[in-house]
């Protein structure tokens, strides 16, 4: 095996792979932030709303877990176009991956919401707060919290799965790298540099959802349990 590996390429383009980060952050804590409260909602309905409201929230959440995230991407991108509603890339990629960690968020909060103990509901009840004031503030953060090392991993998740927004030309991290290795012809370098700033990215989000989790739950950080 002769291959020789060159980095020099990186003396140049290393901008083009900081920006390409950036708007991956950018994309990914946006989608983050509105695929939570998308899905929180959509949980609550779930758990205390109607029939018909459970089984348009279940009809979604089935939809967007047993279809592939790239498909999602193409309908929001392509489809949406083609009914005459053009959006960005950006912005069809923010849309697509808030519905995507929205429906997962669905079921992961769903599975916070019903380990509320019943007490806690009967205590609420029996101090007369009605059933918003009970979900707003005994049901919501308990939930939160004990389901929350899943959602900070569906956080982390939905980050590496931006790639695929590359697809429709956002201009992300991996459509950078695609875009050097077309330049230089040093496709194994690249990519390989593209996977450290992803393992780098993936710590940070971890480390962000961390020190967010210190923030919101003191409770337990007073026990010392992990979050």
């Known amino acids: 095996m002769s291959y020789k590996f060159d980095f020099a390429f990186m003396a140049e383009r290393w901008p083009d792979f900081v ?3 950036w708007l991956t952050i950018q994309l990914t ?5 509105l695929g939570f409260l998308l899905g929180t ?27 592939p995230l790239l498909i999602q991407i193409f309908i929001v991108y392509f489809g ?24 997962y968020t669905t079921e992961i909060m769903r599975a916070g919401i019903q380990s509320v103990q019943r007490t806690q509901l009967e205590a ?20 939160m919290e004990r ?14 799965a931006s790639s695929i927004t590359s697809q429709i030309s956002a201009e992300e991290l991996t459509a950078t790298a695609n875009l050097v290795q077309s330049d230089t012809y040093r496709s194994f370098e690249v990519y390989m540099v ?19 989790g210190q923030v919101l739950f003191a409770r337990k950080r007073r026990l010392g349990t992990p979050l």
């Open 194 to 212: 593209v996977a450290v700033v992803y393992f780098a990215l993936s710590a940070l989000y971890r480390l962000g959802f961390w020190a967010v």
């Open 80 to 103: 949406l176009s083609s009914l005459g509603l053009k959006l960005s890339a950006e912005v069809s990629a923010v849309i697509a991956l808030t519905v995507n960690m929205g429906a």
């Open 147 to 160: 389901v929350y090392p899943a959602l900070a991993s569906q956080g982390v998740l939905l980050m590496l």
């Open 19 to 21: 920006a390409g980060a």
């Open 41 to 67: 909602v959509c949980a609550v309905a779930r758990v205390y709303g109607g029939a018909v409201v459970r089984r348009l929230v279940g009809a979604y959440v089935e939809t967007i877990r047993n279809t």
């Open 29 to 33: 804590l946006m989608a983050i932030a």
């Open 124 to 143: 609420a009840d029996c101090l007369g707060l009605t059933k918003l004031q009970t979900i707003l503030h005994v049901v919501l953060l308990p939930a």
